[in-house]
């Protein structure tokens, strides 16, 4: 019988040991700061109504989402001349009534919706769970991957969005990633589409500018034209974009540019507040009012922000903005919020290419006793169940076995201690206490051994 070679879907990676106590030291960082901050955690399904999540992310977050086809003979129901045709959009909603989620901000608003009577506003939410993207797979960019999103919703203060930044802050501070946190404001940027005479496409702009790091200028440039802006447009969009100077000169030449609109100046007010407020807390992080940052989901309405690690190649670590009405579309209308998600994934791979992983990051035992036999067995388990209590993650190896060997598996496990208790030892009622790392070994009471391992 011939057996298929296994493998996984593209898009996707599995975790060993020492990747998945990496990633937990990344989740429990994030998670310890935004509890930190009063937010509290819930979970949604992996999997909503694709009706939920269609048309939320713009044309072409939708052709991005994971549709899920119906179970049963799903094509019975799909017309015939939908068939003949072949067009994947007409056949869809006969097909498919299900979606993976694409994010956790549609999911939460569609949460906040059916648990408003059983949730106080403003409620402050975090969540981290797994995301998918039918994305073309590529560094840094995968097909599942966790976010870590914190949000409040039922409050339009810009407090909230202070705030968000002092998390980004502690968060990068505590994985020692140096960051700068780029700002900037979706009414800034329809009152730029104002001035410059294409007010009706705000999306068409933010969705090519967003892409600006990727394309290029040339590139958002040939966008703009395609999707039908006229070139007298495009030119007057390319000088604001690229305004020069510090965030202060940036948003003083913008009051100039955006005096007719209302919306602009609404929004360069809002930005100007923040920063005010930011001079007064602690923040390490550079902070950056970048004109080019858009944001390209349709549901943002104020504020946006984007992370990068200042030191490595990877695009955005962390990302969001303010929502004033996402929750509308379900019914439940002028509840405003605001949140940010951080990327697990791409934070990993930052972590690992500017090496900044703690050395006992990949590891989970922190205390070997080795094992020479039944009666050294016996007399290692109370001491085994002892460690444990005081919060020392032990192990007792298995099986009588050679010692090379059984410190071969501490090494290959990164375990840095062993407990090594051979006739000598149960007589003294002493533990010989091997350091992996530097090779020292002393003989000491069972309950010294804190004061050399935790």
Known sequence: MAYQKPSITKGTRDFGVTEMVRRNYIFDTIRSVFQRYGYKPIETPAMENLSTLLGKYGEEGDRLIFKILNSGDFLSETPENSLKEKKSSDIIKYISEKALRYDLTVPFARYVVMHQNEITFPFKRYQIQPVWRADRPQKGRYREFYQCDVDVIGSDSLLNEVELIQITDDIFAHLK?????????????????????????????????????????????????????????????????????????????????????????????EVETVFDYIKSVPVSSNIEFDLTLARGLNYYTGAIFEVKA?????????????????????????????????????????????????????????????????????????????????????????????????????NANNIPFVAIIGTDEMNTGKITLKDMSSGEQRKINLHEITNFII
Do not use: H, M
Request: proline share 3%; aromatic share 6%; net charge neutral.
């Open 177 to 269: 990633i140096d960051v700068i946190i780029k700002l900037n404001n979706r009414k800034i940027l329809s009152g730029i589409a104002e001035v410059i005479g294409e007010a009706e496409r705000i999306i068409d702009i933010t969705i090519a500018i967003d892409k600006i790091d990727k394309i290029g200028t040339g590139g958002v440039e040939k966008e703009l034209a395609e999707k039908g802006l006229s070139n007298e447009a495009i030119q007057k969009l390319q000088p604001i974009i690229f305004l020069k100077g510090d965030s202060f000169t940036k948003l003083t030449e913008l009051r100039k540019i955006l005096s007719a609109s209302e919306t602009g100046l609404k929004g360069i007010a």
């Open 310 to 410: 200042k030191d490595a190649s990877i695009g955005s670590i962390a990302g969001g903005g303010r929502y004033d009405d996402l929750t509308g579309i379900f019914g439940l209308p002028n509840v405003s919020g605001v949140g940010i998600s951080f990327g697990a994934d791409r934070i990993f791979d930052t972590l690992s290419e500017l090496k900044l992983f703690p050395e006992n990051a990949g590891a989970t035992t922190r205390l070997l006793f080795v094992n020479f036999g039944p009666a050294e067995e016996k007399y290692c388990l109370p001491l085994v169940a002892e460690t444990r209590k005081n919060g020392i993650n032990t192990e007792l190896y298995p099986n009588a076995a050679k010692l090379k060997k059984q410190l071969d598996y501490a």
